[in-house]
Structures are given as structure tokens and as C-alpha cells.
């Protein structure tokens, strides 16, 4: 039996035997909401059919042999290989007059489909357009940035999907995404130039904070090469992304550059806000994903989450060449602050490397990952090459796990050091460092760390514990042509069990 008796009724073999009930779509749907047919090609209502079917002789109007016509062919046709168009009948016949489907049986016409994006941003002969989901042109002007707010503004109210294509963008001003909204690019040939000295987006609601943010496929260049501003202060943050107060929201799949450190006239340069970062997250950020994302020269931080920020997760992300150090968690800068911690953050199977100078003008050693006034956050699993620091845990971090980690070519592979008040039960566990000046360095007032199950191979200092640090076990390390293997210089550390 060919495919099509078996779909439609047994028994019928020809078209022209079947039934037709012109309320119905070709699959037996009903189809509701059919306005008055006005020519001959229209569908009929069931009210129509029942009239003509109860009229006089001779009454019958011009068109009404479409009532009984079902086919132009009495040629067998598999379903299989039907043609569907939405706006017609399975004979050809236009359907119009459809009104808004209100059921899954209900015919829909073409122009009820909508574009799966609420709007799509393109630039055309030096004009930026924004068209909606329907096709329609909302914005269009030479200013992308108008183009650009004009179309996150729209969408502030409930959030939407924004969908940029390919091009090169320049911004006269920050961005200002709302909650619920996706800005999504075609990748690295979609850029977004900042004006330099600001943002290059930012979530809009810096004081109760916006959720469910989304950034995808984009070049967010923070375009510090363009801008020399005169007195920067401390409320001036020059990162190419910078979100305040923001859950619940993916970073996928970013280039983020150019984040200035603009020191000129800078009464407080030490602020949590003005260091130019190429993705900042701040001030309760918690529950986001960073993945996939390449920061590089950047004039700090590659990516930077910090103060009271909880359960974020970088990973798989590429930091190079930035200044400071390719990924930090900080819990607070400049003052101490209670309760300021940044806590339970994974940083996870990243990359990070240096080909510039250790010594940068804005820190004293480049850092490959920092946990600063931390509690239990965890770094896991990192390849970092060539950085003044490897890893560096820093002021009163709290059971920090370090582990997994291969670190080469650093002046430390991982270094501990406290500027207020110490570090204690941190784990360094199950690392390779290879060919640093120190392998593992425990310095200041630090105390009750583990360092265990570590490879240390060709370092001129395999582990060090300088004064006056003290109770810190150290054991079952295994230390391979180190110049010195252990130096303990602190007091009542244990170390035992290691293998030089």
C-alpha cells in the first residue's frame, strides 16, 4: 500500500475519492477563524459550503465547482512528496483571510511566522538597521550606538534576543543590557568598539542589579588605545565589560581587549572600580558562567570577579598578555571590609599565558591566577605559562584547593602571601610545576596549610617556608632536579615523606 493510503483512509485509492470538508486542513486540522472569501481561490467556510449546499437551482454563484474539485489529476501522488505551502490549500488554492491561530489544529498563515530572534542588527551602505521579529525595520540611523540602546531599551521591559551580525561596530557610549536579554554575535568578525575610557557594555541596573544577562559571539574591544582622559577618579572604570550586581548570567564564547589603566591624575588608582580589566564581575555578582573567553591585553586583569561575589564558574578560558594577571577573585581591595569575602568560585581548565615582560608599570609581577581575601574557592586543572606568579593566594584566603594545575617558566609556580592578617588551611594538592625559581613558596605569618602530592621538577627552589611561617604540613611531594629540594625556614612545619 503506498504511504499515502496508509495516512489518510482504507480504502480510498484516488484523491478524487476522497471527502473533503473545506473547514479542514489536508491533515483533518480544523481551520478557524477563516474570514469572507472574496474570489475564487479563497477557502470556504463551513457556512458557506452549508448554504450552497441548501440553495435553490440556479442560485449557485460563479466558483462553486471549486466546492466538488479535489484534484487536477487523477495521478497517485505519495504524500511524502507533496509540497506544503502555509498559505495554501492542499489543491493550490490561496487561503486568505486566516485569522490569529488560537489551538495546535489551527491553520497558520506566513505571516504569523516569526523570526527566531527579536531583533537582528546589521549594517547596510554605512547604515546601521535594526529589524524586528516580523521584519520590520524599528531602527536604522549611522550612530550604532543609537541603533544599538534603541533596541535593548525596547526590550528592557522583558528581555529578548538581539542578534548582531557580522561586522565592525563603533560605539560613541557604553551599552546598557537589561535582565533576560541575549546579545549574541556571529564571533570574532562581530565587533563592538567601545569610546575608550568607558565600558563597552554594561548591565543596566548598576544599584538592584539585572539577571539572566547573556553575551555570545562577540569582539568587545575596550579600545584604550583611543582615549587619554585628564583626571580620572575612582568611580571611572575603564574594563570592556563591566557587570554590577548581576545573576545568573553566560558569558560564551567572548574576545575582550583593550581595558585601559589610565593613571594620570588618579588620586586613588587602587580602587575595586578603575583597573582596566577585559571582563569584570562585581558587587554580589554570583551564580554566572564564564566560558570560552579569550582576554588579552588588557591593562590589568584578563577576568576579574570580586567583592562578596559567590559560586561563579571561569572555564575554559583563554587569558593572555594582560598586565596583571589572567583570572582574579577578590573579595575586597584597599580597605578591609567584613563579610567582603568572594567565595565557592571555580576556576577551571583555562589557559594562561605571558609573552611580555613580568615586570608591568601598574604591578610589581604579572599573576597568572589569584585568589585574594578568598574562602573556598577552587583552582583546578590550569595550564599557565610564563607569568611572574603562577597562582597566588593572597590575604586571609581561607581553604583555597589548589590542584591539578601544570605550571611552567614563573618566578613562583604557587605563592602564598598575606598582607592582612594570614592564610590558612589552604590545600596545594597533586600540581606540576616545572622550571620556576621557587616551586612552592609559603611566606609571612601563614600557617596550617597543606602542600602535598606535588611534582616539582628543574625549579632552583623546589619548596620554600619562610619565616615566620609555622605548622604547615608538607609531605609526599616529589622533587626532581630542584637545586635546593626543601627550605624551611619557619618553625614547627611538618615535612616528611617527600622524595628528592
Given amino acids: 500500500m503506498p504511504v499515502w493510503q496508509s495516512k489518510i483512509t482504507a480504502g480510498v485509492t484516488k484523491l478524487s475519492q476522497l471527502e473533503i470538508d473545506v473547514d479542514k486542513d489536508w491533515l483533518g486540522h480544523v481551520i478557524k477563524n477563516l474570514g469572507t472569501p472574496v474570489d475564487a481561490n479563497d477557502s470556504l467556510r463551513k457556512s458557506d459550503l452549508d448554504s450552497h449546499a441548501t440553495a435553490a437551482t440556479g442560485v449557485h454563484g460563479v466558483g462553486s465547482s471549486y466546492i466538488a474539485k479535489t484534484s487536477r489529476s487523477d495521478q497517485l501522488v505519495p504524500l511524502s512528496e507533496l509540497v506544503i505551502d502555509a498559505d495554501k490549500d492542499w489543491g493550490g488554492h490561496v487561503i486568505k483571510n486566516l485569522g490569529t491561530p488560537t489551538d495546535t489544529g489551527d491553520a497558520i498563515p506566513l505571516g504569523y511566522l516569526k523570526l527566531p530572534y527579536d531583533y537582528i542588527i546589521f549594517e547596510e551602505g554605512g547604515v546601521i538597521k535594526a529589524i524586528n521579529s516580523t521584519g520590520g525595520i524599528d531602527f536604522s540611523d549611522g550612530d550604532a550606538f543609537y541603533v544599538f ?70 569582539y568587545l574591544d575596550g579600545n584604550k588605545e583611543s582615549y587619554t582622559p585628564s583626571s580620572p577618579t575612582w568611580e571611572d572604570n575603564f574594563s570592556s565589560v563591566l557587570m554590577i550586581k548581576v545573576s545568573h548570567s553566560v558569558f560564551e564564547e567572548l574576545w575582550v581587549r583593550g581595558g585601559g589603566m589610565y593613571a594620570s591624575g588618579s588620586s586613588d588608582l587602587s580602587s575595586r572600580y578603575n583597573r582596566g580589566c577585559g571582563l569584570m564581575l ?38 593572555e598578555d594582560n598586565k596583571g594577571s589572567g583570572i582574579q577573585v577578590i573579595g575586597w581591595y584597599h580597605s578591609v571590609e567584613a563579610d ?43 595550564y599557565i605559562n610564563n607569568v611572574g606568579k603562577g597562582v597566588l593566594i593572597l590575604d586571609y584566603s581561607l581553604s583555597i584547593q589548589v590542584t591539578g594545575n601544570q605550571i611552567i617558566n614563573c618566578d613562583s609556580g604557587i605563592e602564598m602571601l598575606n598582607g592582612y592578617p594570614y592564610c590558612q588551611a589552604n590545600s596545594l594538592c597533586s600540581n606540576s610545576i616545572i622550571l620556576c625559581t621557587y616551586g612552592v613558596l609559603i611566606d609571612d605569618d601563614d600557617y596550617k596549610n597543606w602542600i602535598n602530592f606535588n611534582i616539582l621538577n628543574a625549579c632552583d627552589t623546589g619548596i620554600q617556608l619562610s619565616s615566620p611561617t609555622h605548622d604547615n604540613w608538607v609531605y609526599y611531594n616529589f622533587l626532581k632536579d630542584c637545586t635546593t629540594t626543601i627550605n624551611d625556614l619557619g618553625t614547627n612545619n611538618n615535612v616528611y615523606g617527600n622524595v628528592t
Avoid at 609573552?355 to 608599570?361: A, F, K, R
Fill in 149 to 218: 540602546q534603541s533596541v535593548l531599551d525596547k526590550l528592557s521591559g522583558g528581555g529578548g534576543i538581539v542578534l548582531v551580525k557580522r561586522g565592525d561596530y563603533q560605539l560613541s557610549d557604553t551599552l546598557k543590557i537589561g535582565s533576560y536579554t541575549s546579545l549574541i554575535g556571529e564571533g570574532r568578525l562581530t565587533v563592538l568598539r567601545g569610546p575608550g575610557g568607558k565600558p563597552v557594555i554594561q548591565n543596566k541596573d548598576s544599584t538592584n542589579g539585572n539577571v539572566g544577562i547573556k553575551l555570545k559571539g562577540l
Fill in 282 to 319: 562585581t558587587d554580589g555578582s554570583s551564580w554566572n558562567k564564564i566560558i570560552k573567553v579569550h582576554a588579552f591585553e588588557n591593562d590589568y586583569d584578563g577576568i576579574r570577579i570580586q567583592y562578596k561575589s559567590y559560586s561563579n564558574i571561569v572555564t575554559n578560558c583563554t587569558c
Fill in 340 to 382: 567582603a569575602e568572594s567565595m565557592y568560585n571555580v576556576i577551571s581548565n583555562n589557559v594562561i599565558s605571558n609573552t611580555i615582560d613580568h615586570s608591568q608599570p601598574y604591578v610589581t609581577w604579572t599573576r597568572g591566577i589569584v585568589s585574594h581575601n578568598g574562602k573556598r574557592n577552587i583552582i583546578a586543572n590550569n
